[in-house]
């Protein structure tokens, strides 16, 4: 059994698993709600919008604000779709049966997580069909949308990275879940301390997952806040890796 094994039977899984189903309906309907109010609104404003200069248009008012609704779920749902991936399986008793299959930590972990991004990249097609549909028959600023989508898939790459940790160090699911959420609310919010205390700038700044998301919102393709994308996924690899190595080496 290989990664990519490991990967399909994490996404059959996932198939016939009600909560992702059910997160998927009821997610997706909230955004084409969303949509439609924001379109709607869009529509109505075009008079005064036509006589400003430089008026922001359909994608700052409309495509933008919607992706950003999705990250804002995605707080909520990455960590219910990943709590299960190693944590549900730890205490059911199947990750042994699994690791006894002679698949390496690096395989199982790396499986799951890609399973989680297959659903997690479906989720985001089915949000940004609805504005390319529509930008189709307009003037949307397509450099502006695929920056914004990059921002909206790394965002969701690294949640589900950090899900995948939260799961490996733990037995309880719901557990995992809340590790995860408190986690990525850290990395969103570190900095408001500094900011408080009027310092800006620096180490926090950079450290805080809202900065680089911002940038790639605003169209702003940074090496460095693709970097801190990366590392971030990277580092939870990383650690639901050990944890699980740490785990057989007690066995």
């Not at 109505?44 to 609704?69: H, N």
């Not at 299959?101 to 479906?122: D, E, F, M, N």
């Not at 989508?149 to 879940?177: K, M, N, R």
């Amino acid at each position: 059994m290989s990664t990519m094994a490991v990967a399909r039977l994490e996404l059959r899984r996932l198939a016939v698993r009600p909560l992702a189903w059910a997160l998927a309906a009821l997610t997706i309907a909230w955004l084409a709600w969303t949509f439609i109010l924001g379109l709607g609104q869009f529509l109505g404003a075009q008079v005064k919008l036509a006589a400003v200069a430089d008026a922001p248009g359909f994608t700052d008012l409309v495509a933008i604000p919607l992706l950003a609704e999705l990250a804002k779920l995605a707080f909520l749902v990455v960590p219910l779709m990943t709590m299960t991936q190693l944590a549900g399986e730890r205490r059911g008793g199947t990750l042994a049966l699994l690791a006894s299959t002679g698949l390496s930590p690096r395989h199982i972990v790396i499986g799951k997580y890609l399973a989680v991004l297959v659903w997690l990249g479906l989720w985001l097609l089915a949000t940004v069909a609805m504005p390319l549909v529509v930008g189709a028959e307009s003037t949307a600023d397509w450099g502006k949308l695929a920056s914004a989508t990059l921002g909206t898939a790394l965002l969701l790459a690294t949640l589900a990275a950090i899900g995948i940790a939260c799961s490996a160090a733990t037995s309880f699911p719901a557990i995992a879940a809340a590790m995860a959420l408190i986690v990525t609310l850290i990395l969103w919010t570190i900095d408001r301390g500094a900011q408080a205390a009027g310092v800006t700038g620096g180490f926090l700044e950079w450290l805080t997952m809202a900065t680089h998301l911002q940038n790639l919102l605003r169209g702003l393709v940074v090496t460095s806040d693709l970097v801190w994308f990366a590392l971030a996924i990277a580092l939870s690899l990383a650690l639901a890796i050990r944890r699980l190595g740490a785990d057989r080496e007690r066995q």
